[in-house]
Structures are given as C-alpha cells and as structure tokens.
C-alpha cells in the first residue's frame, strides 16, 4: 500500500497504519496537543489523508512523538493537559443516574460522576488516561 508522499518526504501511510491500529473506542479521545489546540487520532486522520498544512504539521508532531524515548517538558505539560480532558470527557459521558461504589476496610463510598471529578479517584483516572495517551502516539495499542 502506497500512499502519497507530502512536499518534505512524509509519506500519509505511517498515519495510516497508526491510525488503523487504535481501537474504535479510542478514535474520538483528545491525544496531541499542537498550537493550543487539542487533536484526536480521527482528526488527525482525516487532516493527513485531506494533504492539508495542518495535517503535514500534525503528522510532523506526531512522527516525532513516536519515536520518542522521553518527551520534552512542553510536552509532558501536553500530556497532562490531554489526560485530564479525556478522563473528564469520559466521566462526563456516563449514563445518567450512574454511580460508582468503592468497597474497603473504611467501609462503602458511592460517587456521582460530578463528585468523581473532585475525587482522589479522578487523579488516578488521569494518570491512567496519560498512559493511553503515550501508548496511542508511541503505536502501543
């Protein structure tokens, strides 16, 4: 499969096969954050595949991210950035009337998604939403 190769020698195939190997439920959560602006791997897509600047730019970001060991400090505050708006997108997005029962010595602690948000538990959900993040954009998925 080739695909055409952009002006600088990116080729559109790397977003492709990036983009075809997260999951469906994974598309539509923010993971790059380029100019103050946040990108889904859908958008992403779509902006490579359509040739356009932006897309040669994000593509750009996100090829550099990939092959990425460490990430600098601007991105790492990204990242942050990403994690908690994905994580407040997911529990923002639960049905309503739902709640979430945690069992312990301490006895039963019941949340609703609005007191989740100001929760230890949304900080833990944060750090788990910053590994998804770094697995998508490293190809971990």
């Not at 380029?34 to 090829?63: A, W």
Request: charged share 30%; hydrophobic share 35%.
């Amino acid at each position: 499969m080739h695909l055409r190769i952009g002006g600088d020698g990116m080729s559109k195939e790397f977003v492709s096969v990036w983009y075809h190997r997260i999951p469906e439920t994974e598309k539509d959560l923010p993971v790059l954050l380029y100019n103050g602006k946040v990108y889904t791997p859908r958008e992403i897509y779509n902006e490579v595949m359509r040739g356009s600047g932006l897309g040669d730019k994000l593509q750009r970001k996100l090829e550099e991210l990939h092959s990425m060991h460490s990430f600098s400090y601007e991105d790492l505050r990204g990242l942050d950035y990403i994690a908690k708006i994905r994580a407040e997108k997911v529990i923002k997005n639960l049905p309503k009337g739902f709640t979430i029962v945690s069992i312990s010595q301490n006895g039963r602690t019941t949340w609703t998604p609005d007191e989740l948000m100001k929760s230890d538990l949304f900080k833990k959900a944060v750090e788990y939403e910053k590994k998804q993040v770094i697995k998508t954009l490293t190809g971990g998925h």
